[in-house]
């Protein structure tokens, strides 16, 4: 295939996070950049997803992660080795380090970053499954003002959500988790491998458990959580688990497989996360 | 557009979306960052920003403005861990010979075996089988 010319390309390039949800607003059809990971794979394979792109990368304040009111507000530009790295959240959310540490290695780590990843909206991304078991908020930004959605109401099919045209997003807010957080991605290799199946999950009396590479959104299990709420068994649990799964055959594994370990990675969960101790992967 | 390239102040003329692997390539003439994937798989154009290794294939030139870009060249050529990799035999094609050196070098001193395996996850290499690779980074990085 060959490389998209860069000369066919343009990029926009505002100092401040006003200019640059004004030319959201002003432009037709422009790409919000942040690392790059995902769109120059696109521009070098000669499927560029468009031709004018705005820059976010140098717009620091859209960096960070602090704590606001009772919330972990984490930038839209927070690269995941930044996730790795911040001891914030390893105390609200280790498992969202957890899933960064397992997103291509550390050159992507380096680059990619959180927003993108939510951005791009692929049902594999590795850290979504995790945004959605800790019920996160989206925080997105136009000329018009803020507006967060709950990451859960996000998406609204494959690689389509409640976004608009003239909005970007500037941070994820992840609310206090109680209860043992898990998460555990299944791919080819460790390393830069994109997910087969990949599920995040909270131990609590009303469990949370959410998949990615399972069905054209990342989803959560709301009626496997229900059971297991209700104290059903694990063979229950899991009958309920495989007919809420819809996974396909695709590049990387076929459906068979995927509720198969889904319906393990359930098992898994269970026993790793009975008993008494602390939260962690 | 002004960075600091292998430790010189340098104005480089390039389109914005260029991808820094060209720019260094083809604007400063420095061919040891190779192209392998184009995709952030294989780590061959690893150069480092700021310290820290990126995929150049990945990055487009606007986005090191202001920042200290290192390539291959930049080692000089008697670096510990280039060295050790011609000593070790860890390199046979060279293809990513560059980027497992770049990679490897934020790698702390008497790093564990399983450290430099995570750290070099993203460097492919399809002719050493890794052992000898392996063996030049710890002895580079032995204090």
Request: hydrophobic residues 40%; contains cysteine; aromatic residues 4%.
């Amino acid at each position: 295939m060959r490389r998209t010319a860069v000369s066919s390309l343009q990029l926009l390039q505002p100092r401040s996070l006003e200019e640059a949800v004004r030319m959201m607003r002003d432009e037709e059809s422009l790409i919000p950049l942040a690392g790059g990971t995902d769109i120059y794979v696109s521009i070098n394979c000669g499927r560029p997803p468009g031709r004018r792109y705005l820059n976010l990368w140098q717009l620091d304040e859209l960096r960070g992660i602090e704590v606001r009111g009772e919330s972990l507000r984490i930038g839209t530009l927070t690269t995941y080795t930044d996730l790795i790295r911040s001891g914030l959240v390893q105390q609200h959310l280790p498992i969202l380090a957890s899933a960064a540490r397992e997103v291509g290695a550390v050159q992507i780590q380096n680059r990619g970053t959180l927003g993108g990843n939510i951005a791009n909206a692929s049902p594999a991304g590795d850290s979504l499954p995790v945004v959605a078991a800790a019920e996160g908020v989206v925080v997105l930004q136009s000329v018009g003002g803020e507006r967060r959605v709950a990451f859960n109401e996000f998406y609204t099919g494959y690689r389509q959500s409640v976004m608009r045209a003239d909005e970007l997003i500037i941070a994820v807010e992840i609310p206090p988790v109680e209860g043992k957080q898990w998460f555990r991605k299944v791919g080819t290799r460790a390393a830069q491998a994109i997910s087969k199946v990949v599920m995040a999950a909270v131990r609590a009396p009303a469990p949370r458990i959410a998949l990615g590479s399972v069905a054209p959104t990342v989803m959560r299990l709301g009626n496997t959580e229900a059971a297991l709420a209700a104290g059903a068994s694990l063979d229950e649990a899991e009958k309920v688990l495989l007919a809420e799964v819809r996974p396909i055959d695709d590049i990387r594994s076929t459906a068979a497989y995927r509720r198969r370990v889904s319906a393990n990675l359930l098992r898994r969960f269970w026993s790793d996360t009975a008993g008494q101790g602390s939260a962690q992967e | 557009m002004r960075f600091r390239l292998n430790g010189s102040e340098v104005d480089i003329e390039a389109h914005p979306m260029k991808r820094l692997l060209d720019v260094v390539r083809e604007e400063c003439g420095l061919s040891g960052t190779k192209e392998g994937c184009g995709e952030g798989e294989c780590g061959a154009c690893t150069v480092l920003v700021n310290d820290m290794p990126v995929c150049s294939c990945l990055v487009p030139f606007a986005h090191v403005e202001g920042a200290r870009v290192v390539t291959i060249e930049g080692l000089g050529g008697d670096h510990p861990l280039q060295k050790a990799f011609a000593e070790e035999g860890a390199a046979q094609c060279g293809m990513c010979t560059s980027g497992m050196i770049l990679t490897a070098e934020g790698l702390g001193s008497n790093p564990a075996r399983e450290e430099i395996k995570t750290r070099l996850a993203g460097t492919l290499c399809r002719c050493t089988g890794y052992t000898a690779v392996y063996r030049a980074v710890q002895k580079a990085k032995q204090s």
